[in-house]
Nanobody, 116 residues
Framework: QVTLGESGGGLVQAGGSLRLSCVVSRSLFAMNGMGWYRQAPGNQRELVASINTGGSQNYADSVKGRFTISRDNSKNTLSLQMNSLKPEDTAVYYC??????????WGQGTQVTVSS
């Protein structure tokens, strides 16, 4: 079993920054991949960023250059640094991690609201 504890969302003005954290209940070395999706009302769920066991990072075009995904293996924590936030970044953000046999675990979600 794996649990993900997600935090760091909030209200920020356009141009500001937030850092999301996702604490995983087991070693990140056991994960095949990790990342964040986001979803706003009326919008499709979007893969925002991901990172694999080798450290290779992938980003949605909409956040490339503004968001950075990283891992702290000593603290079993996945982070998403979000800079230069825009109102269109407003959504609920869900972290995830993938383990063996195709199983995906999800965080509870954290609300990010960017005001104009």
């Amino acid at each position: 079993q794996v649990t993900l504890g997600e935090s760091g969302g909030g209200l920020v003005q356009a141009g500001g920054s937030l850092r999301l954290s996702c604490v995983v209940s087991r070693s990140l070395f056991a994960m095949n991949g990790m990342g964040w999706y986001r979803q706003a009302p009326g919008n499709q769920r979007e893969l925002v960023a991901s990172i694999n066991t080798g450290g290779s990072q992938n980003y949605a075009d909409s956040v490339k250059g503004r968001f950075t995904i990283s891992r702290d293996n000593s603290k079993n924590t996945l982070s998403l640094q979000m800079n230069s936030l825009k109102p269109e970044d407003t959504a609920v953000y869900y972290c995830f991690c993938d383990v063996a046999f195709g199983r995906r675990y999800w965080g509870q979600g954290t609300q990010v609201t960017v005001s104009s």
